[in-house]
């Protein structure tokens, strides 16, 4: 069924996957996909991120227990940046599988969501700073809104490909391989212990 959704999320034959390149086109996407499968209960943010403290490594792979949009300016008023917490059932599982995991470390933390590169260590650390988060990415909070909206849990799961710094877009390039084959390794080891307790 997602392979006849993936020609019409991609008409110019990009991966469907490569195009939520911002907070709010995720959100669409996932939208059209939980419009076409009312019985979903879980919508997951799945990719790679740029890590924001040095105890995570290349190929690590970050559980979301919750996104924070880091890139939400109110002018008008102060209020907290919008957070989303992970899907609990989802969390307690990954924890169970993630002692099985070896060749690189699963971490259960925040992740900070927003429309940007991060490409400077000044901007990675005010991040850090001000929302806790152990690594970035672009889309997640989309994901969150969209599954709120419809009310179905979310989780957002990212494998660290370079440090969020000036050197960030060539270690993306080089390391993109290694964070995905990780987290697909982690993808692959829930599904199976879902098919067997099914």
Known sequence: M?????????PT???WWHRAVTERQFAVQAQYLIDRFPSAELLICAGA?????AELSVGDVVVGTE???????LLFATRPL??????????DALRRL?????????????????????VVSERAQAIRDQTGAACVAWEGSGAARAALF???GSLEIRA?????????????????PIAMANLASLLRLWLEEDRNDS
């Open 82 to 91: 919008p957070r989303f917490p992970g899907h609990g059932p989802s969390i």
């Open 150 to 152: 419809n009310g179905i």
């Open 67 to 73: 996104t924070v949009e880091h890139d939400f300016r």
């Open 160 to 176: 660290v490909t370079d440090a969020a710094d000036k050197e960030a877009p060539q270690r993306f390039d080089a390391n993109l």
């Open 2 to 10: 997602i392979s006849e959704l993936m020609p019409r999320l991609s």
């Open 49 to 53: 991120a740029g890590s924001l403290t």
């Open 13 to 15: 034959g990009a991966p």
């Open 98 to 118: 993630a002692h099985g995991v070896s060749g690189f470390r699963v971490v259960f933390d925040v992740i900070a969501s927003g429309d940007e590169d991060v």
